[in-house]
């Protein structure tokens, strides 16, 4: 029952050039997202410092005007320019470009998707939860006759299986 299953978590485990493929995507996609959150805070960075001026400006005006009325009335322009900085300084903490290179941030995670089984086969029964928390969908249905059923496997691994799977053929000349 063991070596069968063993099997199973076996075939997890992509073609190289399938496995190298999948890692030019996500290192794309990757640096996609980093390009579109800095080219979302670029207009927020500069929002932020055309308030931090025009609030510079107003304490100015506060400190050469001796009118109270118009002393409050630059006070409450200051204090609604404060609130929107702060919002939009927490929209710009909240929405961050990602940290770290690529490789450093998703190297455990490639060497996951690239062979489950080295982790598998380490023995260790947390790990190999793990294995199966992160490999298939749902539990394996096993028959006392006719062995394991076709399990389920999650996202990454189905994509990378249909990758493996493709035909690969060369279009016919005419």
């Not at 996951?112 to 790990?127: C, D, E, H």
């Amino acid at each position: 029952m063991e070596s069968g299953f063993a099997e199973i978590v076996r075939t997890l485990q992509p073609a190289p050039s399938v496995f190298a493929m999948a890692r030019e995507m996500f290192k794309a996609a990757w640096d996609g997202r980093a390009a579109q959150m800095a080219e979302m805070h670029r207009p927020l960075k500069r929002d932020i410092l055309k308030a931090e001026k025009e609030v510079k400006t107003l304490l100015e005006r506060i400190v050469e005007t001796d009118t109270p009325s118009v002393v409050k009335a630059y006070e409450k322009r200051i204090a609604r320019l404060e609130q929107n900085m702060s919002a939009m300084r927490e929209k710009l903490a909240s929405s961050a470009v990602p940290v770290g290179n690529f490789d450093k941030c998703l190297e455990h995670a490639l060497m996951f998707l690239a062979n489950p089984w080295k982790i598998w086969a380490s023995g260790r029964i947390a790990l190999q939860n793990t294995v199966l928390r992160l490999a298939f969908a749902e539990r394996i249905a096993y028959r006392r006759n006719e062995g394991y059923r076709t399990p389920k496997t999650t996202i990454p691994f189905k994509l990378l299986a249909g990758l493996n799977n493709l035909k690969k053929e060369m279009v016919p000349l005419r």
